[in-house]
């Protein structure tokens, strides 16, 4: 029995060693962290420069921002010839618009009254039958109005017509005979435009009935209750699917769950869009207005733009690193335009190593186009230098400005208060709980077992089978409530295991601390001894009964030693993986169409 368990424990030892020592020192390589290279420019697309240039030429003002654009490819090139992994900026982009928030979709008015058309087109088809004809419109119509909801509902005559288009497809339906998905699509177009009312003569009763019919079972649903912040003292505009429901701080009562897109404006610019599922109840949304002006994902690429240098110079480091936890990055590069020194083509850049996890530059560089990968190899080594001159030269890191707003603001600008720390914190609580009950079960019936154990001296006793199916029972449930009880504390960790770079000693000792409980269970295990405890009779051998039970306090340090293996564990399957995305959280979605409940984040 000894060999068995034996070989498998010494494997598992071995593994982890050949495994786990290689990825610690991948950690601590270039190929174990995530990269972001970003660029920073001013909202105008061109940047200031202290530096005056001479009157015969081009002027400071004038370096155009797709100029930045080449200096991050240069800085990116730099980091893959390094050996480091860089998150490519398109997929950033993209990644960054899923999670966080997206550009709002702004529409021509050849546009808008294209759509108009459309929606008068559709209807008239439907209204001679011509079904193909107006199931094309229509399909225009829907994309148009998924993409630019927001635009189309913020004036009310637009919002009207956009409404009248959504409802031409619940008339299609009904004309399919498809009562169900009709009534289903009425929910979402009422859902979309709250509180705006059809143009009735475009509609027959049917479809207008069916919309009333919606409204009534909306009503119905236990009301969500929003309230809305932001790190600005001064009131700024909020909406709800692009129509003004008030300013901040906002807090509305009895308003309709369900998937919404909410709008924070501070000034004359639309503000980004965030995708948001409300719930029955309080919802609490917060809004990093830093991260919301300087934000830039035009053109499928993922930048900062700011008004001036000293706005940039306030947040750059702070919405830099929201950023990186938004795309899952360990470290960002951030590039910045300087201006140019002499002439338009001579121009000057600032490179911030910014982590993520800290938030603070921990080295820069300045130096002019032809010297950024030099500088950029500076500044992976810690140095903080300026390749301006024929010799670089020590130089401070940059320090941001201290500000008022929180730093700790959530993975996106938008976020429920529940954040992924706080919710991954309840559920290690709640599995650490549970691990914790069962383990003091499983203790005091390992007791209770043994007093039972040594009370069985003589099989001839009276009252032995009782005894001795009792004896059995108590054993198999200690045995799997200690299962039970090492399942939930494995759990546990992984969620109470902080984030870092490789695995640190603590947790290479928590695991050695583990092996050792482990072996010391397998030679419990290997024990085949026994001690005599029944009296010998006449013709009869005494019995035989396990050396004080060595077999089942084997099996219980065993499952007592995996939580302990899975501490350092936990580090090396994060470093295998190289990636920092969100901590783990769990994940609750309930919406009219579907119910998911897990987990999501890292590992």
Excluded at 239 to 258: A, D, Q, S
Excluded at 403 to 421: D, I, L, T, W
């Amino acid at each position: 029995m000894a060999g068995p368990w034996l070989g498998a424990f010494i494997a598992l030892i071995v593994a982890t060693i050949i495994v786990g020592m290689p990825q610690a020192v991948r950690a601590q390589s270039p190929s174990g962290r995530r990269w972001l290279v970003l660029a920073s420019h001013l909202e105008n697309d061109l940047v200031e420069s202290d530096n005056q240039a001479p009157a015969d030429q081009t002027p400071a003002d004038q370096i155009p921002a797709d100029q930045i654009t080449d200096a991050r490819a240069i800085v990116e090139l730099a980091l893959r010839k390094t050996g480091y992994e860089v998150l490519e900026n398109d997929r950033a982009a993209r990644v960054f618009e899923r999670i966080h928030s997206s550009e709002p979709v702004r529409l021509s008015p050849n546009e808008v009254e294209e759509a108009k058309e459309r929606i008068l087109a559709a209807t008239r088809h439907l209204s001679y039958g011509e079904m193909e004809d107006a199931t094309r419109e229509l399909e225009a119509i829907g994309d148009l109005r998924e993409a630019a909801l927001e635009f189309l509902n913020r004036e009310t005559e637009l919002a009207r017509s956009a409404l009248d288009g959504c409802l031409t497809g619940a008339r299609l339906l009904l004309q399919h005979q498809r009562d169900r998905q009709a009534f289903a699509h009425a929910t979402d177009c009422h859902r979309s435009h709250p509180g705006i009312s059809p143009h009735r003569e475009q509609h027959p009763s049917a479809v207008l009935k069916l919309f009333e019919r919606a409204k009534t079972e909306l009503r119905a649903v236990p009301p969500a209750t929003v309230r809305v912040t932001t790190d600005r003292k001064q009131p700024c505009d909020v909406r709800f699917n692009g129509i003004k429901v008030g300013r901040t701080p906002l807090e509305l009562r009895r308003f309709r769950p369900g998937g919404t897109r909410i709008q924070v404006e501070c000034g004359k610019r639309a503000g980004r869009v965030h995708r948001v599922s409300l719930h029955s109840g309080l919802n609490e949304i917060d809004v990093d207005m830093q991260v919301e002006h300087a934000i830039d994902t035009r053109g499928g690429l993922i930048s900062m733009r700011y008004q001036n240098l000293s706005e940039e110079d306030a947040s750059m480091v702070h919405v830099a690193r929201e950023v990186g936890r938004a795309t899952g990055v360990t470290d960002v590069f951030l590039v910045r335009n300087l201006g140019a020194v002499k002439s338009a083509t001579d121009r000057m850049f600032e490179i911030h190593h910014i982590p993520v996890e800290t938030g603070r530059v921990r080295s820069s560089a300045r130096a002019p186009a032809i010297h950024l990968s030099g500088a950029t190899r500076a500044v992976l080594r810690g140095q903080s230098l300026d390749f301006s001159s024929d010799e670089p030269e020590p130089i401070e890191p940059f320090v941001a400005p201290s500000s008022n707003s929180s730093v700790e603001r959530g993975v996106a600008s938008v976020s429920r208060k529940q954040h992924p720390r706080r919710n991954r914190i309840i559920a290690g609580a709640s599995t650490l709980a549970v691990g914790a009950i069962l383990g003091a079960t499983a203790t005091g019936l390992f007791f209770r077992y043994r007093n039972q154990t040594a009370e069985q001296t003589d099989p001839f006793e009276p009252g032995f089978d009782e005894r001795e199916d009792a004896r059995i029972r108590t054993r198999r449930w200690m045995l799997a409530t200690g299962a039970f009880a090492s399942a939930a504390l494995t759990a546990t960790v992984p969620l109470f295991t902080p984030e870092r770079d490789g695995v640190p000693w603590y947790s290479w000792l928590i695991g050695a601390a583990g092996v050792g409980v482990g072996v010391l269970g397998v030679f419990y295990e290997a024990d085949e001894g026994c001690e005599a405890r029944a009296q010998p009779r006449e013709g009869i051998e005494p019995g035989c009964i396990a050396l004080e039970n060595h077999h089942d306090v084997g099996s219980l340090l065993i499952m007592a030693s995996v939580p302990l293996i899975t501490a350092p564990l936990t580090h090396l399957v994060r470093a295998w993986f190289g990636r920092r995305s969100k901590a783990l959280a769990p994940r609750v979605e309930l919406d009219r169409e579907h119910l998911a409940v897990g987990l999501q984040g890292r590992f």
